[in-house]
DNA sequence: CAGATTGATGCTTTCAAGGCATCAGTATAG
DNA sequence: CTATACTGATGCCTTGAAAGCATCAATCTG
């Protein structure tokens, strides 16, 4: 049984009349009466009775035919469906990306612009630190994802470059006497630090060390947290100071104030990241909002 | 596109693996490459992605393989199904017949019969009077019906001959001072009658009255109801007598009593009538619970 | 009764599916 | 590190089935 088959069946049961369906397929009216045949004789049943002149639909017909027109239906819809997804316009798209980076500028502004885009594509949001999203793309369960990448690459992995955030110096509010002013990195000497894990972020990590030992400080550290937020934490609760995304200022912990920092300009390169290969049509889509931005 | 198309499709989407769906599909590998080929150019997406070494579902590819996995077994159920309408395994069956005839014998007992055979077939049963049964068939209203036939039956109609039924004298209790015992038409002389319209049962009738006159008997009619039914509740009331089915024993209605009469050998031939081109399966079916009871 | 219209059938053509041989690329075993 | 095996793709040829044409048989219509 093929397709024509069914084609042809439910042309012949709508006209029910075999000359006016085989000019409505443009074939001749043997072959559809052929067809029809070829396909009661593969069911081993009459769809059509033979009337002395014309054909009607038989009671297996009628089932058959109410059956095969949602089959039909069925089949084309799946064939939209394919090219739908194909282009990216329904689907599930899996993106992560840093906190922080998603509070404000482009990382909001893209999952927007991609919604607008592709409304029936499904975004799943998942917000977690840079290694992790990496791990997590390279694995496949992520698409793609924002993160602020210091090391290389590993390879399969492409990136698009969004723009650098700063960092700002963090401390408790009541430490923070004067006015908001730009700090200088060796007034901070003797300072309480604290700083994130180096493991999580080696280069970073050290890029920061780095940087701070160049302006002559080299930070006092009493306790490491998990990530940034838990550092913030720890900054408001009068642990100490550190050194953190500028990004926090569009959402300040209590207790905690901001400084400039006047002489250490280390930038956070953002970018969204993702696998050479992009199997997923959707990430095509956000990949142009990020392009055309 | 053809069902060739989707065939291929899914045995090389269940295997992940063209040599191997070409196996179990008994055709050779270029063959079905050229056909994944073709679907995907149709599409005008691409189903598979092509590795160095295998190929895999896209995104796009998984999406068609669930609709159209849903679109095949739609497929089989379809031919399944008219297939079994065909055979009269399921479908409806509407089916007609004399009150009376339902109440006992061979018409109860087909209906059971038929309801074992083809339990999935929905009989839907219309009690109702033979002229209306014959409009009823011929009109295609009705599958088939059981009658009692006395004109002779219209092209197209075939019949089964089931038996005879007799008839009975309709009393009215109060009348009925002696004991059940046989009555002679002559005796009845005089009475009066409860007759149904002639124009119901026109053959009927004039046998009935014929049959009287050659008894002696020319019953004077006082009022005519619509059916048997009709006629029984005037008996009931007191009205008169009447003539009617023997079946009637089966359900007497209050204050009637019946008798057999002596002299009166009118035969009731209960029939099922169904037209002769038995377009409905089941009516297959039905007649064959009909000859083998 | 002539002509039109119905679907079916015999014969021929044609086009596409299938098979074979082979290629290019990659993984694997020795 | 090479030989081999295995992946899917491609070129070429064969063949089978679908389509077309002409026609038939039956029936309806004017």
Redesign the interface.
Same mark, same amino acid.
């Given at each position: 049984?093929?397709?024509?088959h069914l084609r042809y069946f439910l042309a012949v049961a709508s006209h029910q009349n075999v000359r006016a369906a085989s000019e409505e397929l443009h074939v001749s009216q043997p072959a559809v009466s052929r067809q029809i045949q070829d396909l009661e004789d593969e069911?081993?049943?009459?769809?059509f009775?033979r009337l002395p002149r014309g054909i009607r639909l038989?009671? @297996?017909?009628e089932?058959?035919r109410e059956?095969?027109s949602? $089959?039909m239906a @069925?089949?084309g819809?799946?064939?939209e469906?394919?090219?739908r $997804?194909?282009r990216g316009e329904i689907?599930e798209l899996r993106i992560g990306y840093v906190e922080v980076a998603g509070w404000e500028g482009i990382v909001p502004d893209t999952f927007h612009a991609f919604r607008e885009s592709a409304p029936e594509v499904r975004l799943e949001l998942t917000p977690t630190g840079t290694p992790d999203q990496l791990a997590m793309i390279r694995a496949g369960m992520l698409d793609g994802g924002f993160i602020y990448q210091f090391d290389p690459l590993p390879p399969n992995l492409a990136a698009l470059h969004l723009g650098e955030h700063g960092v700002l110096l963090a401390m408790p509010s009541r430490w923070a006497q004067r006015p908001d002013r730009p700090v200088k990195l060796n007034d901070l000497t003797g300072e309480r630090f604290i700083f994130f894990h180096r493991n999580a972020y080696p280069a970073y990590y050290d890029l920061l060390l780095t940087a701070c030992a160049l302006s002559g400080l080299v930070p006092h550290i009493v306790q490491e947290g998990q990530n940034e937020a838990a550092v913030l934490s720890l900054v408001s609760a009068g642990i100490g100071l550190a050194i953190v995304n500028d990004r926090n200022r569009y959402r300040p912990p209590a207790q905690v104030e901001f400084r400039e920092i006047e002489d250490l300009n280390i930038r956070l390169p953002l970018r969204f990241v993702y696998r050479h290969?992009r199997?997923?049509?959707a990430l095509q889509n956000m990949l142009a909002c990020l392009e055309n931005r």
């Open positions: 049984m093929e397709l024509r069911l081993g049943i009459q769809l009775e038989s009671r @297996a017909g089932a058959f059956d095969i949602r $089959v @069925a089949l819809v799946a064939c469906r394919a090219q $997804v194909s689907g290969e199997t997923n049509p």
